[in-house]
């Protein structure tokens, strides 16, 4: 029965109160996550990154636009025989 009793009490871990919890999630050794709060410099900093990411997805935008006409196309050409194993994959495929 003593043993029992020891065993639960090293596994027994007390709760941090809200002081401990301050104390550890302000500590720069342990970097918060979630939502990253920014000074107004900073985000002015990091303003010429967004846009220059933000053009690259408008440019992907747009080339899965393209895509997805030039698929609708060829859906309505090739109809139900588009998921055919003997349809030609490839262009040379195609033109021979």
């Not at 065993?7 to 002081?19: N, Q, V």
């Not at 992907?60 to 030609?88: C, H, S, V, Y």
Request: with cysteine; proline share 7%; glycine share 4%.
């Amino acid at each position: 029965m003593q043993g029992q009793s020891d065993a639960r009490a090293r596994r027994y871990t007390p709760r941090a109160t809200t002081r401990d919890k301050s104390r550890v999630l302000c500590d720069p050794a342990h970097p918060m996550t979630g939502p990253r709060v920014y000074t107004v410099d900073e985000a002015q900093a990091l303003v010429p990154q967004l846009e220059q990411h933000f053009g690259r997805l408008d440019a992907l935008r747009e080339q899965l636009r393209q895509t997805k006409i030039k698929l609708t196309a060829i859906e309505m050409i090739w109809g139900n025989r588009i998921n055919d194993d003997a349809l030609p994959t490839t262009p040379r495929a195609c033109t021979s």
